[in-house]
């Protein structure tokens, strides 16, 4: 492989550089810009072409040909290169809050003697991509070598991983307002996009389930993209989805240095370059690249960016120049809440002063620069140990597995469980007592064991198994073949399924018994006071009194919330009853469409399909819950002991001002959406059809009517335009609307 490739003739050079210039350009299309102007058939048709002439020809193959992105050979080790600039960390500033860059911003204006001036600093501000950071080479415009940060002064060479990411361009791409430097070092994240990161764990969990070893999955992107680029066998990192953005460089010389005698750091590989990948690339020592820069007319940082982009890197499109603190504060913050929905991970905000002669004039501190500062959000990811494994209970009998962990602070709040949701989930996962895990907390999603640090495992720690009995009451744990949930099948029986059921009926949105708490659930329930619901209403004053922390004031409170309960409405105690699939709002629906609990009873599947938003999962739920005897005293116990609720209207009895009639709506109206006549006309009673017939009341005619329009005239359907339609609404508006 070479550099130049050797002549052969003028004309298949020319070729080949034409064809490699064609790929390299849509490829720069279809990865960094996401604008492809060809078809993929197309490019793969440019592909074979290239692959055909280097076989025929292989002397032509160099190191800018897409063909050498698919990964070479295995890798013993991965070779120590030194950065011509070091590689530098950054200042981090922890304080999370706007302080954080009105601090800097201070800073800054200070060192620069402008404390007391009105002039605000012009700052480029960009985002903390979470990846690895990666010093990429380019020697005459092709990329050479890359390598990892390493301690900053030493990095590990992973060119072959680096070139199988299809948006880090092999060349620079030329234009002519921009010189392309002899030798430019590129600094910028290596990462993983987060759908990838998905779809890779989904590929790895079915390799594993295929039985592969040696594969695993992975925790975040982060480290996904971490083992990828240190992947000793570069085919395998070809086969992970890398993504790269460019934020700045290392050294820049824009000419070729003077030759000085045969020690000329970059004689000997201009002539015969890379004809062996391992030729160690004498890295010129270059210390001052902004000066580089700016003979290049680069004067600012933003400028260097978009140069970066001219040259083909991807740039993350969040880079923007903002002045003052206050620009860097709402930056900040508008990052802070673009972050969850941004197709990739960040750990925080970078900012940096614009002006490259401010930064040389500003300079470095050790091994950080003044001029650049990290400004973190709080992290959404924290590492802690797993003290147990509890299964739960709930008010359906289900058994949830649940993480209890040692208390970690993540993503604003204090995490103490973690839900492994069921046998599958945990099994997938693989946690264990005792294990060393990673815990996410993301915007207000419940927090989650993402995964095993594996190396800490203990040689001696189980995996957890779900137990075969209920752990509350001891009775049979079941699974039914398509549900993913073991459920404990002792119902009412079961204390903990008793404690939940007491607690949802009691609870604000039921029927609101406001001084009944969990604990003195768990007391009345473990003392044997009381078995269901209907006991509450039989509890007195010296059955309360003699419980923990219950003294005769507060007992008189609770009874006195008890009593007021026994007033509200249908359907509050609809929902009260913990009919399965019967939340808030399906029981709302019931209650004002039946009006009365007894033709709840009695309804018929078909009966309670009618109602808005029952299905037939929901109706088959409520007329099991009712066909059992058991539910039916509960209710009848209920009513006797005082329980009651007003008579409400039903809905189904209700003639509405259009039932019986059918409409159909066709073109276009200017004040609805079709669906909002259609809901407006099924308020009123009607039906909506689809298509004209002798039956239909009318047709609702909006502009640009067609066939439908036709078809009623020919049957002598009466036909409504938009005014007529809006004029029959406000006839039929009840008050209330
Ligand atoms: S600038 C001289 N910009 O943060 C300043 N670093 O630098 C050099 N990082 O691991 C760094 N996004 O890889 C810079 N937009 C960004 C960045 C960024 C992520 C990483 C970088 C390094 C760490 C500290």
Redesign the pocket.
């Known amino acids: 492989m070479t550099l130049e490739s050797s002549r052969l003739s003028p004309e298949i050079d020319a070729q080949y550089a034409e064809l490699k210039a064609q790929l390299a350009q849509h490829a720069h299309l279809y990865y960094v810009l996401d604008e492809p102007s060809i078809a993929d058939v197309q490019y793969d048709e440019l592909y074979q072409r290239l692959e055909r002439l280097e076989a025929q020809f292989p002397q032509l193959v160099t190191l800018d040909s897409p063909t050498q992105r698919v990964g070479g050979g295995v890798l013993e080790a991965f070779r120590s290169v030194e950065h011509g600039q070091p590689?530098?960390?950054?200042r981090?500033e922890t304080d999370t809050s706007p302080q954080g860059a009105k601090a800097f911003d201070e800073r800054m204006r200070k060192e620069l003697s402008l404390s007391g001036s009105p002039e605000e600093i012009d700052y480029v501000a960009?985002?903390?991509?979470?990846?690895?950071?990666?010093n990429l080479t380019y020697f005459q415009g092709v990329l050479v070598r890359a390598a990892t940060?390493g301690d900053g002064l030493f990095g590990e060479e992973v060119t072959q991983n680096i070139r199988t990411i299809r948006q880090i361009p092999l060349k620079l791409k030329h234009v002519s307002s921009l010189p392309i430097p002899q030798w430019l070092e590129v600094?910028?994240?290596v990462y993983m996009g987060r759908s990838d990161f998905e779809d890779l764990n989904e590929r790895q969990r079915s390799k594993i389930a295929q039985g592969l070893k040696n594969e695993k999955t992975f925790v975040n992107p982060r480290n996904a993209a971490a083992g990828a680029v240190r992947q000793l066998d570069s085919k395998i990192a070809a086969q992970r989805p890398l993504s790269f953005?460019a934020?700045?460089v290392g050294v820049v010389l824009p000419k070729p240095l003077e030759p000085q005698g045969a020690e000329s750091p970059l004689a000997p590989e201009s002539q015969r370059l890379m004809e062996d990948p391992a030729v160690n690339w004498v890295t010129p020592k270059v210390s001052n690249s902004t000066q580089a820069l700016l003979s290049l007319g680069i004067q600012d940082h933003y400028s260097l960016l978009q140069a970066l982009k001219a040259w083909g890197f991807p740039v993350?499109k969040q880079?923007s120049v903002v002045k003052g603190a206050k620009g860097l504060v709402q930056y900040h913050q508008e990052m802070g809440l673009a972050r969850e929905h941004l197709p990739f991970d960040?750990?925080?905000?970078?900012y940096?002063v614009n002006r490259l002669d401010w930064q040389m004039r500003l300079g470095f501190v050790t091994r950080?620069?003044r001029?650049?500062v990290?400004h973190k959000y709080p992290a959404q990811e924290q590492v802690t140990t797993v003290l147990g494994i509890d299964v739960q209970v709930g008010r359906t009998g289900k058994l949830t597995p649940v993480a209890k962990l040692k208390p970690v602070f993540v993503g604003g709040v204090t995490v103490t469980n973690a839900t492994l949701h069921n046998e599958l989930e945990a099994t997938r996962k693989d946690v264990r007592v005792g294990d060393t895990v990673i815990v996410r907390r993301a915007g207000d999603v419940i927090p989650e064991v993402v995964g095993v640090v594996m190396q800490d495992r203990q040689i001696e720690s189980l995996p957890f198994k779900m137990p075969s009995h209920c752990p509350v009451c001891g009775s049979l744990a079941i699974k039914e073949a398509q549900e993913a949930d073991h459920r404990c099948s002792g119902g009412l029986f079961c204390s903990a399924q008793r404690k939940q059921a007491i607690w949802h009926f009691a609870s604000k949105r039921a029927m609101d018994i406001e001084d009944l708490g969990e604990k003195l659930i768990d007391q009345l329930v473990d003392t044997q006071t009381i078995q269901s619901v209907a006991d509450l209403y039989r509890l007195d004053l010296s059955a309360l009194v003699g419980l923990e922390r219950m003294a005769e004031k507060s007992a008189a409170n609770v009874l006195e919330a008890i009593e007021a309960s026994k007033k509200t409405t249908l359907s509050r105690f609809l929902y009260a009853l913990g009919i399965r699939h019967v939340g808030e709002s399906t029981a709302k629906d019931l209650a004002s469409h039946f009006g009365d609990l007894d033709r709840i009873v009695h309804a018929s599947q078909e009966a309670l399909l009618d109602v808005n938003d029952v299905g037939p999962v929901v109706a088959q739920s409520v007329r099991t819950f009712f066909s059992q005897s058991h539910h039916m005293e509960l209710i009848e116990q209920l009513q006797a002991l005082g329980v009651h609720w007003p008579r409400v209207q039903a809905q189904a009895d209700m003639a509405l001002p259009l039932s019986g009639q059918t409409y159909v709506i066709t073109g276009t109206l200017s004040q609805f959406s079709r669906d909002e006549a259609k809901e407006a006309l099924e308020k009123l009673g009607a039906k909506v059809a689809g298509s004209v017939s002798k039956k239909t009341t009318a047709l609702l005619a909006g502009a640009e009517a067609g066939s439908k329009l036709d078809k009623a005239i020919a049957l002598g359907v009466k036909v409504l335009d938009e005014p007529a339609f809006t004029h029959l609404l406000k006839l039929h508006a009840s008050p209330s609307n």
């Open positions: 590689m530098l960390s950054i981090t960009e985002l903390k991509f979470d990846g690895l950071a990666m940060r600094r910028g994240e953005f934020y700045g993350a880079a960040i750990d925080g905000v970078v940096k950080e620069p001029w650049a990290a």
